[in-house]
C-alpha cells in the first residue's frame, strides 16, 4: 500500500502509457520501441559498412551466387516482382491513394500519406548520398545503374507504402487475425521485392536491410505522429 502511494504519480505514467486511450497512450509507446529498435539497427548496419566488417564479405559473397543462379525465367520473375516496388509504381500509387484521401476529406490520413511518401523519398536520397556505396560489380550485369546503392530505393520504397497500407487496411479490421495476414503480406511483398534487387546484382544484402530498417523508423515516427493528432483532435 506505501509502495502504491510512494510511486503513485510514476504508477499512473506508466498506466497512461500502456492505455489504448488518449492521444499520448500505448500507441506512442509503441512508436517509439519501433523507431529506437529500427535506429539501433539500421545504425549497425551503417557502422559495419564503415569498419568493413564481416557483413560486407557476406554481401560479396551473396551477390555473386544470386548472379550465378540466373537463368531466363527467373530474370523475368524477378523483374516483374522488383516493379512493385519501383519509383514508377510506387509514386503512382502513393499519388493515388493521396488524391483519395483529398476526395474524401480525411485531411490527417492525406497527411500521413505526404510525410511517409514524399518525406521517405527524400531520406532516401539523403542517406544514398551520405554513405557514397557503390552498387555490385559483376561480370555480364543484369541491370546497370549510376547512382548510389545504400539504402536500396525499392526496398525502402516497399517497405513504406506497403506498411503503410498494412496499418490503414488493419486500422478497419476487427479480426486479429485478419489485422496479423495484412501485415504478413506486406512483409512478404517488400521482402520480395528486396530479394529481387539482389538476384538482378542492383544491390547487396545490407542495402536491402539498411532500407527496410530506415523505412521502419521512417513509417513508424508518421504513422506516430500523424495518431497523436488525430487522437488529440477527437479529445
Excluded at 521482402?191 to 547487396?204: C, D, K, P, Q
Excluded at 536491402?208 to 487522437?231: D, K
Aim: proline share 3%; with cysteine.
Amino acid at each position: 500500500m506505501n509502495f502504491a502511494k510512494r510511486f503513485e504519480r510514476q504508477i499512473r505514467f506508466l498506466q497512461n502509457r500502456l492505455s489504448p486511450e488518449g492521444y499520448a497512450g500505448l500507441h506512442l509507446t509503441v512508436g517509439v520501441f519501433v523507431v529506437l529498435i529500427a535506429g539501433w539497427a539500421f545504425g549497425e548496419i551503417g557502422e559495419d559498412l564503415a569498419s568493413g566488417d564481416p557483413l560486407v564479405r557476406v554481401d560479396q559473397q551473396l551477390a555473386a551466387w544470386f548472379h550465378e543462379q540466373a537463368t531466363p525465367a527467373m530474370i523475368h520473375f524477378a523483374k516483374t516482382i522488383t516493379f512493385f516496388g519501383s519509383v514508377a509504381w510506387v509514386g503512382v500509387s502513393s499519388v493515388c491513394l493521396l488524391l483519395f484521401f483529398i476526395s474524401r476529406r480525411a485531411w490527417l490520413n492525406s497527411l500521413l500519406v505526404a510525410l511517409t511518401m514524399g518525406g521517405g523519398s527524400a531520406l532516401n536520397i539523403l542517406l544514398k548520398h551520405f554513405f557514397h556505396r557503390q552498387r555490385p560489380v559483376l561480370e555480364n550485369p543484369l541491370v546497370t545503374l549510376s547512382s548510389y546503392g545504400f539504402p536500396s530505393g525499392h526496398t525502402m520504397g516497399a517497405t513504406l507504402f506497403y506498411g503503410l497500407l498494412a496499418l490503414l487496411i488493419a486500422a478497419l479490421l476487427k479480426s486479429r487475425a485478419a489485422r496479423v495476414l495484412c501485415f504478413f503480406t506486406a512483409a512478404l511483398i517488400t521482402l520480395l521485392v528486396g530479394l529481387t534487387r539482389i538476384y538482378l546484382g542492383a544491390h547487396y544484402l545490407s542495402d536491402i536491410l539498411g532500407a527496410i530498417a530506415a523505412g521502419v523508423l521512417w513509417l513508424a515516427v508518421c504513422w506516430t505522429a500523424v495518431e497523436i493528432l488525430r487522437r488529440r483532435r477527437a479529445l
